[in-house]
Nanobody, 118 residues
Framework: QVQLVESGGGLVQPGGSLRLSCETSRIIFRLYAMAWYRQAPGKQRELVARIDTGGNTDYVDSVKGRFTISRDNAKNTVYLEMNSLKPEDTAVYYC????????????WGQGTQVAVSS
């Protein structure tokens, strides 16, 4: 069974930093583009950052310059380094994997809560 397990969320003050991790299992990780989404209360889930199989990255405008997505293919893990956090970054953050050997498979993690508050 494919698993995406997020960790690293928590409560942080504005201006602080967090590092999210998403460890995957039972997928050929290097064949998957990886992404982080977030969903705040009462809002739709939005794409925050994405890294493709070649290491190319893309970010939503609101996090550019503050967040960094990276991947470690040897550890089957994707990371999201979040700096200069703002209250509006508060959300449940979800890891997403898309790709595969045959066709396009999509998998989601269970989510990790990030709360930015003083």
């Amino acid at each position: 069974q494919v698993q995406l397990v997020e960790s690293g969320g928590g409560l942080v003050q504005p201006g602080g930093s967090l590092r999210l991790s998403c460890e995957t299992s039972r997928i050929i990780f290097r064949l998957y583009a990886m992404a982080w989404y977030r969903q705040a209360p009462g809002k739709q889930r939005e794409l925050v950052a994405r890294i493709d199989t070649g290491g190319n990255t893309d970010y939503v405008d609101s996090v550019k310059g503050r967040f960094t997505i990276s991947r470690d293919n040897a550890k089957n893990t994707v990371y999201l380094e979040m700096n200069s956090l703002k209250p509006e970054d508060t959300a449940v953050y979800y890891c997403n994997a898309e790709g595969g050997l045959v066709g396009i498979n999509k998998y989601w993690g269970q989510g990790t809560q990030v709360a930015v508050s003083s």
